[in-house]
């Protein structure tokens, strides 16, 4: 690992100008001047790799106070970027209201990572492409953009399918952001001109030409918060992965539904471990919407959701093997008791 300064932001306001102030005075060939403390789950781990190589940690541990605050409403639901994902997935309130969200972080790492890592945290996490996370690999778009790209070519069973360009196929890992997408949430954001809100779903960006530019944060903004709209619980989060505990998915699906008499009257589908960033099926929820549900109609919402899909060498099965994740999430969401 290599030499860092250390800083502790006691207020917002603290963080984000001792995040910006490293941003202005580094090296930018560094790509990562300054980097926030929260969990450290993944940070430490890639430092200690050399793949990422900050100038400056600033800890901001201490903002917990204001940010980490579970607020289910009658008709949203706010979460605190500093939340533990171990808090949030026990809530009751989380667990009937939003299942889908609970379910997602249960899914994710161990219970030791949970209790540490933070909602903020988790959806920044970087990809765990191996040829990216091995330095002695220079051909890396995303740590030396315009070198290539290894995975094209190399072992690429756990590499995406969907949203991948010429530049990069690497997957995104997280499991969280799939049940944000796709219940429409929204991010706030803390930086130097104060706070600002986004669509989650603009939040990450496909790789295109830019594999290392990976969301639209400028350089000192800071996730402060997560905002879900309405309820939505008949809901799952369904992870199909190599084991059955700590492992990313080779596939997953995030889906939500508004069932009246039968009929769906809306549905949410978002897709994990197949795409660059976290992936909305719009697709597949257009043929859902006013249909009366069975196996049929699942299959072809599925075949929508992977029209697109690009496999490789090694990662094609991804395609079928998400089809079927989807449509079995979208039985289980039909069928669930609420």
């Not at 030499?3 to 930018?28: E, G, I, K």
């Not at 799952?236 to 009246?260: M, N, P, T």
Request: glycine residues 6%; aromatic residues 6%; proline residues 5%.
């Amino acid at each position: 690992m290599r030499p860092f300064s250390y800083q502790r932001a006691t207020d917002p306001d603290a963080a984000v100008q001792a995040l910006s102030a490293a941003a202005v005075a580094s090296n930018p060939r560094t790509k990562a001047a300054a980097q926030p403390l929260a969990g450290g789950t993944t940070l430490i781990d890639l430092m200690k790799l050399d793949v990422m190589r900050p100038s400056a940690i600033v800890d901001i541990n201490p903002l917990a106070r204001d940010w980490s605050a579970i607020e289910p409403g009658g008709d949203a639901l706010r979460l605190g970027a500093l939340a533990r994902m171990s808090d949030v997935a026990a809530h009751d309130e989380i667990q009937r209201s939003y299942p889908v969200i609970a379910d997602s972080l249960k899914l994710a790492a161990s219970a030791q990572l949970r209790n540490m890592a933070t909602l903020g945290g988790n959806v920044m996490q970087r990809t765990r492409c191996s040829y990216f996370r091995d330095v002695s690999y220079e051909n890396c778009n995303k740590r030396n953009p315009g070198s290539g790209c290894a995975a094209m070519d190399g072992v690429n069973r756990m590499h995406a399918v969907l949203g991948i360009s010429d530049q990069c196929i690497a997957t995104y890992p997280g499991d969280f952001a799939q049940a944000l997408i796709a219940l429409d949430a929204t991010v706030e954001v803390t930086g130097k001109s104060g706070r600002r809100s986004l669509p989650f779903a603009q939040l990450h960006k496909a790789p295109g030409n830019t594999p290392d530019i990976e969301t639209s944060l400028q350089p000192g903004e800071l996730i402060s918060a997560f905002a879900v709209p309405g309820r939505w619980p008949r809901s799952v989060y369904l992870k199909a992965r190599d084991r059955q505990s700590y492992e990313f998915a080779l596939s997953s699906a995030a889906i939500a539904l508004d069932v009246q008499d039968g009929t769906i009257r809306d549905a949410r589908v978002a897709l994990g471990g197949v795409a660059t960033i976290p992936w909305r099926a719009r697709e597949a929820e257009a043929l859902l919407k006013g249909q009366k549900f069975d196996d049929s109609l699942a299959q072809r919402a599925a075949d929508a959701a992977f029209a697109d899909a690009r496999g490789r060498r090694h990662n094609s099965f991804k395609i079928e093997l998400g089809k079927r994740v989807m449509a079995r999430a979208l039985q289980q969401a039909v069928t669930m008791e609420i």
